[in-house]
């Protein structure tokens, strides 16, 4: 009897002493701009780590707390401002900083001597050659969450396709453009059977994003679209 009363106070001992597993997505509020988030128990992957300057001492306190003493993996979608100005934040107040996906050259060049990641991002569309670096955007699927940087409708009908076999495991999409006209066209939608849920990281009062168009072709889709304008930090656990 005293065995098995030791041995149920042993497990109960070993469950309590158990690490707790963190594994969550976050869309930050940063106004106008994108920086999202998986944490982990021992990584913060960043899709995109940019946003108006006016937030970043919030932004400080949050990495702090959420990601300076976990390893900081960086997947950058595209080289506009709006998608990479806190870079400098993360790299200073990170244990240790990588890059998942190539960085654009003037920040490979800048010193601050951050190296590659033993593994890359999931990438399923990257297209090198056209002028416009909105559509120079790396588009990932990162678990259920697909990511399409500032990818324009024109672009999305180039790489829906790899999306064959991914499809029914996309539930969340961050709106491309933060929303505006010229993204997310109605193929894309169509293309999306299990999408559950929109997320757009805006100001609307400002930039008037999220689009009207983009509100209208989601209703019609029937997505529910949240913004973090009016929620703030938005939290998804999976």
Known sequence: MKFFVFLICFFKLTLLQAPVRVDYFIIRDVGQGLWATRIQNDSCDHFD???EIFQSK???K?????CSNR??????SHAHWDHYAFLDLIFQ???KTCWAVRP????INEPRGIPYCETAGQIIYYNSNSTNKNDRSIIQ???SFLMPGDSSTKMEKLWQGRLRYSKPSIKYLVLGHHGSRTATGDGLLRDLPGLQQVVA???FQKYRHPHAETVKKLKKFGVPLIKTEDWGDIQINY
């Not at 949050?62 to 959420?66: A, D, H, M, Y």
């Not at 390893?71 to 950058?76: E, G, M, P, V, W």
Request: charged fraction near 15%.
């Open 71 to 76: 390893k900081n993996i960086l997947h950058l």
């Open 141 to 143: 699927q990162f678990h």
């Open 201 to 203: 990281s805006a100001r």
């Open 104 to 107: 654009p050259e003037h920040l």
């Open 93 to 95: 107040n990170s244990i």
């Open 62 to 66: 949050q990495f702090i707390s959420q």
């Open 49 to 51: 780590f940019g946003g």
């Open 58 to 60: 919030k932004l400080k």
